[in-house]
Structure formats: C-alpha cells, structure tokens
Nanobody, 122 residues
C-alpha cells in the first residue's frame, strides 16, 4: 500500500512562489497516476493537476494553467507542484493523491496524503 506525505506549504505574499513535495512509500508509486487537489475552508476538494505514471500526460485546472507545474521523479518516489504567481484565491490545504487511473475527480484516487496548508496574503 502506498502512503503519501506532503511538505512545502507555508505563507507567501501574492506573486510569490512555493514548491510542494509529496514523498511516497511503497514500490508501486511509479505505476500510479498522481495528482494535486486543494480544499479551501467551506468548499469542496478541487482538482489542481494530474500526471500520468510516465509523465507523458498532464492536465491542469484552468485556474492554475500557466502558473503551476506538476512533475514527478519516480526514482525518488516524489511528486512535485511548482506554484508561481500565487494569488490569494490559491489559499487552501493542498493534497497529493495516487490512483490507478488518470482522472481529475477526487473519488478516482484511492490514496491521499494528509495535506499541507498554503496561504497567500494580498
């Protein structure tokens, strides 16, 4: 069973950057699709980005396209999310997830990290 642990969240001013990391335990991570989702207080968990096991296919939510970059290093069992030009509306808890299928819906992912808080001040 894969387990995921996120890090890299924090407080940043609008226009700044952060890089989130998600380290996976278990040898099967490289065979999973992996994604980032976020959840603001009182809102549903929203799709941010997803990457296939080979990094050959990537999708982004329209709200982050051109500002965020998802990547993975299967040799290190690590998923990344580089976030640039951050906006106050990006404030949320960010979760990484892994699943057998390349999807954008949260219910398609079976393994989740504990989340890391990202706060963007105006």
């Amino acid at each position: 069973q894969v387990q995921l642990v996120e890090s890299g969240g924090g407080l940043v001013q609008a226009g700044g950057s952060l890089r989130l990391s998600c380290v996976a335990s278990g040898r099967t991570f490289s065979s999973y699709a992996a994604g980032w989702f976020r959840q603001a207080p009182g809102k549903e968990r929203d799709f941010v980005a997803v990457i296939s096991w080979s990094s050959g296919t990537i999708l982004y939510a329209d709200s982050v396209k051109g500002r965020f970059t998802i990547s993975r290093d299967n040799a290190k069992n690590t998923l990344y999310l580089q976030m640039n030009s951050l906006k106050p509306e990006d404030t949320a808890v960010y979760y990484c997830a892994a699943g057998a299928l390349f999807r954008t819906r949260p219910d398609a992912f079976k393994v989740w990290g504990q989340g890391t808080q990202v706060t963007v001040s105006s």
